[in-house]
């Protein structure tokens, strides 16, 4: 029984019912390909086709969007999707592949688009036919996210899009972007606006997408380029002015937070996915010979991963009271204290993970002696993204610091 399932109400009960036999009989096999880290590595058509035909299979099955109504495709149900996420880690099913689609994009256009234009993109989205790319990041504006420099000039009722995005993860296989612009440029903050925009249909024609190579050797996210790119003034989200409102909502479902749940990461083990947690580490010690002996036999080693476990065990139960209603006194309190953990340790993990595999560390993906097939090496280097990707930890801690704790201002 999972940890929430004694607390389930009789509606709940059956939908839990309904994800575990439909998950037992429909689990997707073993994929025929690599399998990246993360959905922000997603590099070929191959893994794509494979994640993608997954996440529609369980939208299908209802366990996608399940606590949005059913006008704009989702089940209408009550705090389901939590319970949806609990059975998909449980049953360790592949990751869903719109990752920005259904954490960010969606609660934003589901609380900020007409109903028109939620009614058409939300059920594309949840399925995962349409994948969405997020166009925040500029090559100016990164933790300064107001200073984006993206402009819309208006024509009409259409607008004129001239700028530079960068980092922009899985916009080489996204349909549509949420894009924050400016639209004056006498404002820092309320010169900003919100669209989303069709970015497959223009590439080449007000829109070009570059892939950029990660130190992994992968290509996730991408520069985008729009020149004289021209979009209908009915794809701006609110009201002219209002982008940074309306980025804020996106912000908030990044990080966790918000009302509508974003459906579950999964768990998958497999041959093709590796996983940074001191369990593979402890595997990984085991079966790594040091002068003569496994090298889990070493006290000094041996410290060290137990300082990780107690570590990992701390993100554990702070991770649990991030779900506990009575706590959530700041909406990103303790959201904001798991991405800063999760991501450090991750870290940490890797580079123990390396000095334990000593000279083998070297050898990487594709090498038959790398140990676990080189992934170590692969989730290392990844991890270096992930205390960057959504708020850098110095970023995190200034707001924890400033706004969570109500410490003096950094200058
Ligand atoms: C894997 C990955 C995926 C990403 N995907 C996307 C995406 O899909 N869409 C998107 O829009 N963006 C994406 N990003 C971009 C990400 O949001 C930015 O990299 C991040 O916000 C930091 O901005 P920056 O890179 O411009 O660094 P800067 O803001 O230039 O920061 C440089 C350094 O200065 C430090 N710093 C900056 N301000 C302060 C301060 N006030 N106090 C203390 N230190 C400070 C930072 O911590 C950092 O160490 C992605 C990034 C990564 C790594």
């Known amino acids: 029984m999972t940890e929430s399932a004694h607390q389930d109400t009789p509606e709940q009960v059956e939908f839990r019912e309904h994800c575990r036999t439909w ?29 993608q035909a997954w996440q529609k299979a369980a939208y299908d099955a209802g366990m996608i969007g399940c606590d949005y109504p059913v006008t704009v495709g989702g089940g209408s149900r009550s705090d389901c ?61 990164g933790s300064d996210l107001a200073s984006v420099q993206t402009f819309a000039e208006r024509k009409g009722d259409k607008w004129l899009i001239n700028g530079h995005k960068v980092w922009t993860s899985l916009a080489h296989f996204a349909e549509w972007m949420i894009l924050l612009l ?4 006498s404002h820092k903050y309320d010169g900003l606006s919100y669209f989303v925009v069709p ?24 520069e985008v380029i729009f020149e004289d790119l021209e979009v209908d003034d009915s794809y701006r989200l609110d009201e002219l002015g209002k982008g940074w409102q309306v980025a804020m909502t996106t912000l908030l479902h990044e990080r966790g937070a918000g009302d509508l749940k974003t459906p579950s990461a999964g768990g998958m083990k497999s041959k093709t996915t590796h996983s940074t947690t001191t369990s593979s580490l402890i595997d990984l010690a085991r079966n790594t010979m040091r002068n003569g002996r496994p090298a889990l036999e070493d006290p000094l080693l041996r410290d060290q991963i137990m300082q990780l476990i107690i570590r990992e ?99």
């Open 81 to 141: 999707q939590r319970i949806a996420n609990e059975e998909m880690k449980g049953a360790r099913t592949p990751f869903l592949p719109n990752v920005i689609g259904l954490g960010m994009a969606a609660p934003t256009v589901f609380y900020h688009a007409q109903d028109e234009l939620k009614e058409r993109l939300l059920p594309r989205l949840f399925s995962g036919e349409d994948i969405w790319c997020q166009g925040f990041s500029e090559p100016g504006a």
């Open 182 to 185: 400016r639209t004056d440029r």
């Open 313 to 411: 065990a701390g993100l554990g139960i702070n991770q649990r009271r991030a779900r506990v209603a009575g706590l959530q006194d700041h909406p990103s309190r303790l959201l904001l204290q798991n991405k800063l953990l999760a991501s450090e340790i991750a870290q940490d993990i890797g580079a123990l993970a390396l000095e334990i595999a000593g000279a083998s560390a070297s050898l990487y993906l594709g090498d038959s002696n790398a140990p676990a097939g080189g992934q170590w090496p692969l989730s290392y280097m990844n991890s270096y993204g992930m205390t960057i990707a959504a708020g850098t930890s110095e970023v995190q801690r200034n707001i924890l610091g400033e706004r969570v704790l109500g410490l003096a201002k950094s200058k």
């Open 199 to 222: 970015i497959r249909s223009a590439l080449g024609n007000g829109v070009t997408v570059r892939p950029l190579i990660k130190m992994t050797g992968e290509t996730g996210f991408n």
């Open 23 to 51: 998950l037992a009989a429909n689990k997707p096999g073993e994929p025929g390909v690599r399998l990246p880290l993360s959905p922000l590595e997603i590099m070929t058509q191959e893994q794509l086709d494979y994640l």
